[in-house]
């Protein structure tokens, strides 16, 4: 079973610097004894690499603006706290594109995050082993918050429910059978009932399936 992404003790912990909410030490390490912190990237990082994470991380559309006014920002004064960048991000968005979609600083904050932590090169591998070490009857069960992770999760579970077999095979090998059940159909959300008590589930996707076969 995996419940990905920030926990709640972390979000809430202000000085780990996860939320945009709170100013704080920009960190966001989930494992703060080790690896570059979010303020490391926000200062070395060329503006190319910062707009390529925010756009591939965050889907944010304005990456590149972001990303030259941190750079600008940057050359005066080093980032350390989140209520400095909430500002520029806020200042960097177009006052009409700001009134819709949340926080405009969601989106950066994001995508700082997985570059941080590398939560989806993480994922990428951790999803197939998991599948690897399911015994025949076995079952995995995925949590995702945002679609980045998600759709990573359903390709790797599409890969095992939904083998490619070449068209007109006679026979399809044993090889080629599938050797995943889906349980899920598509990603399940949380009910408006869990959401009013528990605000954070809005955005879950549950996948899961069962091991059929062991691939040959
Ligand atoms: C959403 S939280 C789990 C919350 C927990 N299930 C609960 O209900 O309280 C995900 C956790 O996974 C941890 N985590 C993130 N990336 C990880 C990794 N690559 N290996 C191990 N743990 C990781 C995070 O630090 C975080 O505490």
Not at 15 to 39: C, H, I, K, W
């Amino acid at each position: 079973m995996f419940d990905l992404g920030v926990s709640s003790m972390q979000l809430d912990e202000a000085d780990r610097g996860f939320a945009y909410s709170q100013d704080a030490p920009l960190d966001m390490r989930m494992d703060p004894t080790t690896g570059a912190t979010a303020a490391d990237v926000l200062n070395t990082y060329s503006a190319a690499d910062l707009a390529r994470i925010l756009r591939q991380y965050g889907e944010e559309k304005f990456a590149s603006r972001i990303a030259s006014r941190i750079v600008a920002e940057r050359a005066v004064t080093p980032f350390t706290t989140s209520a400095r960048l909430v500002d520029v991000i806020r200042t960097s968005i177009p006052a009409a594109a700001r009134r819709t979609g949340g926080n405009p600083a969601k989106r950066t904050f994001q995508a700082l995050r997985i570059e941080v932590n590398g939560e989806l090169d993480a994922l990428r591998c951790a999803i197939p082993a998991a599948l690897d070490a399911l015994a025949v009857g076995g079952r995995i069960v995925v949590m995702s918050y945002q679609s980045l992770e998600d759709r990573i999760v359903k390709h790797a579970l599409a890969v095992g429910a939904h083998p490619n077999v070449p068209a007109g095979l006679p026979i399809i090998p044993d090889s080629m059978k599938p050797w995943l059940r889906l349980i899920t159909r598509g990603a399940e959300l949380a009910g408006e009932d869990e959401i009013t008590e528990n605000p954070r589930a809005a955005s879950v996707r549950v996948r899961a399936a069962e091991r059929l076969a062991v691939a040959a």
